[in-house]
């Protein structure tokens, strides 16, 4: 008797590639697919543990067995995730081959699949010479080439599900395109984005200030989004981050490999460091709380990873609420200083009941996700008081000559005048010994 299994995936990538890819998997989990993608089945707590037990080996011995139990944690739990899986997807190009991980991964769905390589998928971004060892095992698989500037979403997951043979009707991609401009400021620090053409949301003014702040969830916009009912409210902390500029000193910096002369190509994409930290962060805000984590996402914003996370919160409403969270840490333009953004959106169930909310939210999730690269942190601005000062001190001089006419006139002493006008003039003086902020 031959037993059909329903398709499920395994997603191949490098962490260049996570924001596309991730827009992949929430579209092919949309139409049903069973899919096994890190971000979304290694959270924050597996992480933290593997990453425990590497500082206890360390602590105990030395970085070389440290490192060599963190990669048997690792590989076991995708060997083990391979094995459960029926078909594999491969995002390939030469960070993906030059990734030990990466390299493990296409060689254990080799094996798992040895005799028959429709079962394994590629799509490049782009295509590119890979290593002799790597290009053997992905080569006379069914294949798919894409532009690394901009790869079409909609057919990559057209493909993927005409190879797996799963129907297509519950897929549609909603775009991203920027309609309603707006500015924010907290605490003297100015941030401006964009809202796309499908959030329908009160005000539309292009110029609105908006100064209602929630105290635990900062300014809140409402409305739908592609019929979808959302929530965002956006946070901003200037000079106050969860990661200091020191640890982001090594931080993630997303190679440039459009110009490979160019100095991108020197910063290295430290996955382990920068990664590790946030998703520690990420453990902690949950830490205490009724929130269910149900992905941890490395987020691009320009050439600088930073964290989104995925959660429902089960206390809000009769189903609940699914959430995606942004936490853009970033430098202040003007005094260098490390700022933060929480932007989070909040996604409540319809009264008809017609869709879950996490189905909801999957049809969305990629616009979220080019929304967030429409923000920009324009940082404190730099406020002089020497304008100030110098009206200030000209108001005085003008309210001493009156008063010098004054006295004058019912006959007050000149000697003591005389005194008087020559303090008065020396106000402008000793007010520009004072330093401008």
């Known amino acids: 008797m031959n037993i059909t299994l329903e398709p499920r995936l395994f997603v191949s990538y490098k962490s260049e590639d996570s924001q596309f890819v991730r827009a992949v998997v929430e579209q092919l989990m949309l139409s049903g697919v069973q899919v096994w993608f890190a971000e979304y089945n290694l959270l924050s707590g597996d992480h933290i543990q593997m990453e425990n037990i590497y500082e206890q080996i360390l602590e105990q011995s ?10 048997e944690l690792i590989g076991e739990t995708l060997r083990t995730a391979i094995g459960s899986c029926t078909h594999g997807l491969a995002f390939t190009n030469t960070p993906w081959a030059e990734s030990v991980y990466c390299n493990q991964e296409i060689k254990w769905l ?4 040895v005799h028959d390589k429709s079962r394994v998928l590629q799509v490049c971004l782009p295509r590119e010479t890979l290593p002799n060892h790597v290009q053997k095992l992905v080569e006379a698989r069914p294949t798919l080439i894409q532009s690394a500037n901009e790869p079409d979403l909609d057919e990559v997951v057209r493909f993927v599900l005409s190879e797996i043979s799963q129907p297509s009707e519950a897929f549609r991609t909603v775009q991203f395109e920027a309609a309603q401009h707006y500015e924010i400021v907290e605490q003297g620090a100015w941030v401006d984005f964009w809202l796309g053409r499908q959030f329908d949301v009160e005000p539309r003014s292009t110029s609105e200030h908006f100064d209602q702040i929630h105290p635990e969830r900062g300014r809140i916009f409402s409305g ?50 920068v990664n590790a930290l946030l998703r520690r962060e990420a453990g902690n805000w949950f830490t ?7 992905g941890c996402h490395l987020f691009w914003h320009g050439r600088s990873g930073h964290l989104a996370m995925t959660f429902l919160d089960p206390t809000d409403g009769p189903l ?4 995606r969270r942004y936490l853009l840490i970033l430098e202040d333009p003007n005094s260098g200083r490390i700022g ?11 009264a008809s009941g017609q869709t879950t909310t996490f189905q909801q939210f999957l049809t969305i999730a990629p616009a979220l996700d080019q929304l967030m ?10 406020h002089t008081i020497v304008p100030i000062l110098f009206v200030a001190s000209f108001t005085m001089l003008i309210g001493g000559i009156l008063a010098v006419l004054c006295l004058a006139s019912i006959g007050f002493p000149w000697n003591f005048l005389a005194g008087a006008v020559s303090g008065l003039l020396a106000v402008p003086a000793i007010l520009r010994r004072v330093r401008p902020l």
């Not at 933060?340 to 319809?350: A, T, V």
Request: glycine share 8%; hydrophobic share 30%; proline share 3%.
């Open 224 to 273: 739908r989004f592609a019929g979808v009912p959302l929530t965002m409210s956006v946070q901003v902390s200037p000079g106050n981050a969860m990661l200091s500029s020191w640890q982001l000193s090594e931080g993630m910096q997303k190679p440039d490999r459009l110009n490979v002369s160019g100095a991108g190509m020197q910063q290295s994409l430290d996955d382990r460091r």
């Open 288 to 294: 205490g709380t009724d929130f269910q984590e149900r």
């Open 110 to 113: 080799e094996e798992q699949f």
């Open 373 to 382: 690269n429409s923000f920009n942190y324009r940082g404190v601005k730099k």
């Open 62 to 71: 030395d970085s070389n067995a440290a490192e060599k139990k963190y990669a």
């Open 320 to 323: 609940g609420a699914w959430h």
């Open 340 to 350: 933060q953004l929480n932007i989070d959106f909040q996604i409540k169930c319809d």
